[in-house]
Each structure stands twice: as C-alpha cells, then as structure tokens.
C-alpha cells in the first residue's frame, strides 16, 4: 500500500494554491458513494467491538489487540475524512466546531460510564482506587501506568479505556497538524509516511532497550502510526491516490484477510512485527469494503444486525466489562455478549442519541459552492459521523 501511495508524486496547483495528483497516468482512483454515509464502516465497527467483547470474555481466537488496531485506523480515517469534508464544504476548518463535536460525541457517554462505575463501586462497598480513576477521566490513562503513584493492579471494569486516552490525545493534536498544511496535502502526506515509519523505528529502539512493557502497549507515541495510518488512506483517497491495484484487484482484499488470521494463528502480538502488519492490512480492507460494498463479500457489513453493532459500539466498547459481574451459573457466551449488548443499547439511546441530535447543530455550514477537482465524487459527501476504542461510532 505505501508503494502505491508513494509512487507518482507529481502535483500541480489549483487556483487556490491546493496541490493535486497528477492523473493522466491512470494509475490511481478514488473511492465514491453514493449519500452521506460511508458504506460498510458500521458493519466494520461492529464487527471490532464485538471481536473486543468477546476477547475479554474469554474467546482468545477473536484477538482484542487487533480490532483495537482496527478501530484506530478507522478513526485516523474518518476523523480526516470529516476534515477534509468541511474544508470542501466551507473553504476552512472550525476548530472550535471540530471540538464541540468531539465533546458532544464522546464525553457524555463516557462520563455517564465512569459515573455509573464509581456509584456500583460504593453501593458494594468495594473501594475505589480514585487516582485510578482520576488517570481515566482526564484520558491520561495510558500514561499513568507509568508512575509510580498509579502503579496499582488494573481494574478489569476501566482497565480498557487506555485505547480512549489514546484517541483523545490523537484529537488534540491532529486537528491543528491537518488545519497548518490543509493546502499542502502532498506534503501532508509524506509527513504522514515518515511518522509511521518513525514510530516502527522507535518501537524497535524501546524493545531493543527493555523498557517499561506498559510503556510500549499504551504510550501514544508507541501506537499512533495506526492512527496516521487511517489519516494517510483519508487523504490518499481525497487526493485520488488510491492504487488502481486495491480496488480492482480481487485477491488483495483475501490476501489482506489471509494474513490478519494468519498473525491471530500465530500469536503475533509482539509490538515488533503485528503492530507495523495489522493496520495495513485493516486499511486494505477498509478500501474494499467501501469501493466493493454491494459485493457478495463485503454487502453483509450493511445488513441490520451488523449496522446495528456499528452504531451501538462506542458504548458497548465502554460498557461490556460490565458482565463480569454476572451470576456465574449465568456466564456462558450467549449470555455475557446479549448482555453487554443490552446495557450498550440502553447507553445508546439514553446518553448518546440526544447528544448526537445537539452535535448537530455544529455540523459546517457551506459558506460558497465547492466541488473540489482532486477529490472526484468523495468530497461532496460527509462521512457516517463517529472514535477509537477503541473507539468509537461513525457518527464522529
């Protein structure tokens, strides 16, 4: 994929100073849809949450760890589709707005979620680790197993959402990088490859040193090259940088699928080789979902069921720990995953659905017409709003 999106740097400007492909060479395409909503990127989300679920419940073979890495690329890729949207749609990005749909998207339910674990906590009299919890609630969660004042055993309930800390940080810092080279996207885009491969590298030099192992599981730094890597398919796409290859190739969705299970097979977790593997694959995969969505192999992504999960998955991510504290004549996998499914749904449409009608209202608003020449059909349509774990929903 990084060949292909490498290859054929040549740009030339708009009027506007916005650098473009070059496509008289044929060698690369866009993805389109029809609508405002991105094809299969819920079936996708439901898909990674449930793989967490019943990760954590004991299904080894669903492999957590990568549909964390999953739902990473996904957020890279919608967040910058979200931006690159608006820019299209207004001539600018609102970072104001961009935050004020960041919070209404992802605060309320979490908080509820952290608010409902603290009160279980004391009606069972069990304690609470408060600096814990103060590590979760201020999304530093996947630092603060680096102090030694927070060096307490994990708390399976809240243990998981060191993948939302991450996804924080990434909205912090993303939204101003993307604002300052908006008009230079190639350039954008190179910076994009150097830092994934900056933190290959630096992976290596951390596991070559033996440092601290939580260091290198939760710090942004060892895991954001999934995140950029969503970014780098977002702009690729926008700039008609796709590889013809990912797109019309029918194998290269399998070969992607071959070797994500493969890794699974084998155990591959190691930061060294499966972290720098998996969210390339996942981002092939990602491609032909959207290019292939009413294929045989990809058009279950958009049946009820799976689109259902998509939609409910930032809460069921946040809440299926929960079901440890089932009966455990109870605890099969049926039970434990309708249950966690149940509590999702009731977060869903209690806290998540109202906000998401007031995150609306902050939704840009095109300020001149603007059908942008580099990105073909895909910049005139808005994404299925939705983060990371691990994240989160399409509705962004």
């Known amino acids: 994929m990084f060949a292909g999106i490498c290859y054929h740097w040549g740009t030339v400007a708009d009027p506007a100073g916005v650098e473009i492909a070059d496509e008289s060479s044929g060698r690369n395409r866009s993805l389109s849809w029809p609508g405002k909503e991105i094809p299969s990127l819920y079936g996708i989300r439901g898909v990674a949450a449930l793989a967490v679920v019943l990760s954590h419940i004991g299904v080894s073979a669903s492999n957590g760890p ?3 890495i999953c739902f990473f690329v ?9 931006l690159l949207s608006e820019r299209d749609k207004t001539g600018d990005v609102s970072l104001r ?3 004020l749909r960041r919070t209404l998207r992802i605060l309320p339910a979490f908080y509820c979620y952290a608010a409902v674990y603290v009160i279980l906590r004391l009606i069972d009299k069990y304690p609470v680790d408060w600096l814990f919890v103060l590590g979760r609630v201020t999304y530093t969660a ?3 197993p680096l102090l030694p004042l ?3 055993p994990r708390i399976p309930t809240m243990g998981h959402t060191w993948s939302l800390a991450i996804e924080e940080q990434f ?4 939204p101003f990088i993307f604002a300052a080279f908006a008009l230079k996207r190639g350039k954008l885009m190179k910076g994009l490859i150097v830092a994934i491969v900056a933190v290959w590298t630096y992976r290596w030099v951390v596991l070559s040193l033996n440092l601290n192992d939580n260091y290198i599981l939760y710090a942004f730094e060892t895991r954001a090259d999934a995140l950029a890597v969503g970014c780098l398919v977002a702009i690729a796409n926008h700039e ?3 590889p013809r290859w990912l797109i019309d190739w029918k194998w290269v969705g399998g070969v992607a699928l071959a070797i994500i299970c493969f890794c699974s097979a084998i155990n591959l977790n190691q930061p060294r080789y499966a972290w720098a593997i998996i969210p390339l694959a996942c981002a092939v995969l990602i491609i032909r979902s959207i290019a292939h969505s009413q294929s045989r192999w990809y058009s279950w992504l958009e049946f009820r069921p799976m689109r259902a999960l998509g939609i409910i998955s930032y809460s069921l991510y946040l809440y299926h720990p929960f079901v440890i504290h089932l009966p455990p004549a109870i605890r099969t996998v049926p039970v434990e995953v309708a249950f966690a499914i149940l509590l999702a749904t009731g977060s869903y449409v209690i806290v998540e659905r109202p906000f998401l009608a007031l995150k609306d209202r902050f939704s840009p608003v095109p300020v001149r017409p603007h059908t942008s020449p580099q990105s073909g059909c895909l910049a005139e349509h808005v994404a299925a709003d939705g983060p990371v774990p691990p994240v989160p929903v399409p509705n962004t």
């Not at 996904?74 to 979200?82: A, D, Q």
């Not at 909205?171 to 993303?174: D, G, K, S, T």
Request: zero cysteines; aromatic letters at 28%.
């Open 97 to 99: 707005r961009f935050y």
């Open 150 to 152: 927070f060096s307490g």
């Open 171 to 174: 909205y912090l810092l993303w």
């Open 74 to 82: 996904l957020s890279g890729f919608l967040i910058t589709h979200l």
């Open 240 to 242: 008609n940088r796709i």
């Open 142 to 144: 996947n630092f603060t």
């Open 66 to 68: 990568y549909a964390v």
